[in-house]
T-cell receptor, first 115, second 111 residues
């Protein structure tokens, strides 16, 4: 089965600074990996996903992530943080070993953006 | 195109009461899921349905039942609510490209 771990439950950056949110996965089979964003009192919105092919994945709102098999990582980055990026971010994964391809979620990282 | 809809948005129950959370999707997806979200825990799978007429347990199924009424609808029932079931409940459906789309959630408090 597939599992993910997010490093850092809270990350604070200044507006305009680099955003780096860390995610590592463990899987005995090729994983599908996702990043979702959740704004307060809302559902989850897909930022980007990796299934197969290019390992550098670009998503919405200027975010991107790189699948690194050698490091079992799928870190989320954005070159320049905006105040509107403040939210909860979830890394999730699935694979052929997961029930119905259900997602296994990390515990989330709360991103704070300061002026 | 509404995507995934959930009702109700909020609910307060007393211990022992029952209720059904409704979920519907209009994207013609085969697979549907129920997750619960608790602070610091991420989302955990309660039940899923890989296709109309089938349902299976997830990580935390105790105290819940589900019904896949048709391809569009997947309901979650709490037969006898407990305070430990206070949570935010999300329904999701999965596309053929393996992307899951989430509803807005139901915030449930059990007193």
């Amino acid at each position: 089965a597939q599992s993910v771990t997010q490093l850092g439950s809270h990350v604070s950056v200044s507006e305009g600074a680099l955003v780096l949110l860390r995610c590592n996965y463990s899987s005995s089979v090729p994983p599908y990996l996702f990043w979702y964003v959740q704004y307060p009192n809302q559902g989850l919105q897909l930022l980007l996903k990796y299934t197969t092919g290019a390992t550098l994945v670009k998503g919405i709102n200027g975010f991107e992530a790189e699948f690194k098999k050698s490091e079992t990582s799928f870190h989320l980055t954005k070159p320049s943080a905006h105040m509107s990026d403040a939210a909860e971010y979830f890394c999730a994964g699935t694979s052929a070993g997961n029930s119905g391809y259900a997602l296994n979620f990390g515990k989330g990282t709360s991103l704070l953006v300061t002026p | 195109n509404a995507g995934v809809t959930q009702t109700p948005k909020f609910q307060v129950l007393k211990t022992g009461q029952s209720m059904t959370l409704q979920c519907a999707q209009d994207m013609n997806h085969n697979s549907m899921y129920w997750y619960r979200q608790d602070p610091g825990m991420g989302l955990r799978l309660i039940y899923y349905s890989a296709s109309e007429g089938t349902t299976d347990k997830g990580e935390v199924p105790n105290g819940y039942n589900v019904s896949r009424l048709n391809k569009r609808e997947f309901s979650l029932r709490l037969e006898s609510a407990a305070p430990s079931q206070t949570s935010v409940y999300f329904c999701a459906s999965k596309s053929i490209t393996d992307t899951q789309y989430f509803g807005p959630g139901t915030r449930l408090t059990v007193l």
